[in-house]
């Protein structure tokens, strides 16, 4: 993540006993999002609070994409086993509250504001001054130690691993590395898996040999435990098993190593789990065990996730409801972006779309632009459509800072034969799109950034709740 803001902290809001607002609260993480290399700082304040950290088990979710499905999904299925889960996410799109979550529930204003004082308070005393990624993180550690969660699943931004590497996590899941060059996703494995604790798992969904020599070398290297990495794709639904079928086989895993490796390794097991088997019984089954087996038939993977929603709400959502219906996507980088451009060819192939219009709007100033127009314009040979280009800027907290340079990559996208016009703001780029595609039967992408997913929310639909 970059920075997004530079400013000092606001010592009239940081000062002792000070009894904050929420608003007050949100204008300190605005303010606050300097990155800071002093891990010590958070140290000294999570063993004040009694070392929240301490108290939870704990999965870090890192990786260049998918992270926060992988985690949405992992949710799910620890839920279903009847574990409580915390999920520390990570960007916000509207409010700082949906990074935090018990249950699959948000964390209400109340207590976002009754912890954020406390954690406040505490550096105050301890003269320690905390960046706003630490005070979330705190923030949310705290609220899942005071709720007992059985797990915390946390996820690793870039910038950020080393501060959630506080909790020494049971299980360390890598979605998938995929920087421009492979020099770079060796350092970016490394990083990852360099504290990782004696006796922890290491799991992973991507498919570089080369990432997963070097992740296997780390592991054993740290006397860690590795598991197989992810192979096949989990049963979702048409179109999203071919999307985020491996995000959901490797929250399976996930799932599956904390039952029955940490939280349930010495228990006996229950028939209706959907992770774990009953030991096997010698012999043929009983008569009584036939009958049972048919009138309480096990549930099965297969069936879990036919009955679930594949989306994760505001980050990857189909509205299709909407008229005309509007996809969201909060890819930042071309892997992602790809993937992105492979599901609106699924959806076109289940129903025929009649018009296609993408907005696109981005601050990743890394991205490899040569890359990102190659793809497009593979895409849209094969598929009609337009893309309307947005200038956007990124709220305090999400990654990029300055909005992509419109008109060129307009000229740039028009050089390629592809059809696009240039938008001055986001309302223009949505009532252009609206006009080109029809009403019941059109597709409208949202996608490039998180902060063009927020405009849509914020713009648009008039911070509508997510």
Known sequence: MNQINQKTPVEKIIAPGKERSYNDIVELLDQNWHRSNDSSKITKIDQALESPSKKIKSVLVAGTNGKSLTMHFATKLLKEEGISVGAFYAPHILTYNERIAVNSETISNKSFTDIANEVLDTAALQDVQLNSFELLTLIALTYFAR???????????????????????????????????????????????KNIPTGSWVVSADQSKLNLQTMLELTNAKGAQWAMPIRKLAPLNYPFEQLHGRCAALAERIAYIFVNQI??????????????????????????????????????????????????????????????????????????????????????????????????????????????????????????????????????????????????????????????????????????????????????????????????????????KL
């Open 263 to 464: 939280a349930h390794k010495d228990a006996v097991i229950v028939s209706s789990s959907l992770l774990t088997k009953p030991k096997a019984q010698r012999g043929r089954p009983t008569l009584e065990a036939k009958r049972q087996a048919e009138l309480n038939p096990q549930k099965t993977l297969e069936q879990f996730w036919k009955e679930h929603h594949e989306t994760l709400p505001a980050r990857f959502q189909i509205l299709d409801k909407e008229k005309p219906t509007v996809m969201l996507d909060t890819a930042d980088n071309v892997d992602a972006i790809k993937n992105l451009l492979l599901g609106i060819r699924l959806l076109h192939y289940q129903r025929p779309l009649q018009g296609l219009t993408m907005i696109l709007g981005g601050t990743n100033e890394a991205i490899d632009m040569e890359e990102l127009l190659k793809q497009l314009r593979y895409f849209f040979k094969k598929t009609s459509g337009q893309v309307v280009v947005c200038p956007t800027q990124s709220a305090p907290g999400q990654s990029g800072k300055t909005s992509w340079d419109v008109e060129k990559l307009t000229n740039d996208l028009r050089s390629m034969k592809i059809k696009a016009t240039a938008s001055k703001t986001f309302k223009e780029a949505f009532d252009t799109a609206c006009k080109t595609v029809d009403s019941k039967h059109g597709l409208i992408v949202i996608t490039g950034s998180p902060a063009i997913v927020t405009d849509y929310w914020q713009d648009y639909k008039g911070m509508k």
């Open 147 to 193: 709720n007992n969660v059985d797990v915390a699943l946390l996820e690793g931004c870039e910038d950020h691993v080393n501060t959630l590497k506080l909790c020494t996590p049971d299980i360390t899941a890598i979605t998938r590395v995929t920087p421009d060059k492979q020099e770079k996703a060796t350092e970016q494995v490394a990083e990852i898996l």
